[in-house]
């Protein structure tokens, strides 16, 4: 994994839109997303064989279009369907869990919103962090107050080097604050998957990155 790979991090599950959620991924892939990472939590969720069907497919999209697949706090699934990734938050499978259980190729992203468990993750050998939630978004049910970017060029400045990418509530009109603060990327969920016009919305905030 390059930081190029998350410069624009698109998130999804299947409640996250009110459409078919692989033909979003089909036309946020057109638009230009770097990266996909499958996030099936919350409210009407998929579990089960649901779930692990949609991953699959959501995977094949992905590898057709040489994108990276990562799994949301799900190891198995990750595993069953040989994503490319895993990501955890903080309390979720620990890193050194995860390391156990996955194979070497598969990266591994952490959730990180404090100075400190930017550095515990780095030091353990996390490949990047997903910081957040830098706006207030109202897509995450359980998420916590704003860190705003300050919070990532704070990680900088106390040395965290590995990729960052910015989370929550990051749009066309914020997208590059989070940049210039040190970040590599953006990951985004509503402002890709419930765009009017989701190829349009993921160019525009790719447009917006450079
Ligand atoms: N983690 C922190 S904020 C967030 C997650 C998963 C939700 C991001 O969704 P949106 O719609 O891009 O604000
Ligand atoms: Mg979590």
Redesign the pocket.
């Known amino acids: 994994m390059t930081k190029h790979d998350i410069l624009l991090y698109f ?1 999804m599950g299947s409640n ?1 839109t009110l459409n078919n959620p692989e033909d979003i991924l089909e036309e946020a892939i057109k638009g230009g997303i770097t990266c996909f990472q499958f ?1 099936e ?1 919350g409210e009407n969720a998929l579990s089960g064989s649901d779930k692990h069907s949609l991953a699959s497919t959501l995977h094949d999209i992905c590898h057709s279009h040489g994108v990276p697949f990562i799994v ?1 706090d799900d190891v198995d699934l990750a595993l069953a369907v040989k994503a490319d990734g895993i990501h955890v ?1 903080q309390d979720d499978t620990s890193l050194t869990e995860v390391k156990r259980r996955c194979p070497k190729s598969m990266f591994i992203g952490i ?1 990180a919103k404090t100075i400190a468990e930017a550095k515990d993750a780095q030091d353990h050998g996390a490949d990047y962090l ?1 910081v ?4 207030s ?4 049910e359980d ?1 916590e107050s704003p860190i705003g970017p300050q919070a990532i060029r704070q990680m900088r400045e106390a040395g965290v080097t590995i990729p960052i990418v910015g ?5 066309e009109t914020n997208a590059k604050d989070v940049m210039n603060a040190g970040a590599d990327g953006i ?5 890709i ?2 765009a009017p016009n989701v190829t349009e919305a993921s160019a525009s905030l790719k447009r917006r990155l450079t």
């Open positions: 998130i996250n996030r939590k949301n938050g959730s997903g957040g939630p830098m706006y978004t109202s897509t995450k998420a989370i929550g509530g990051i749009d990951s985004v969920i509503s402002a998957s419930k």
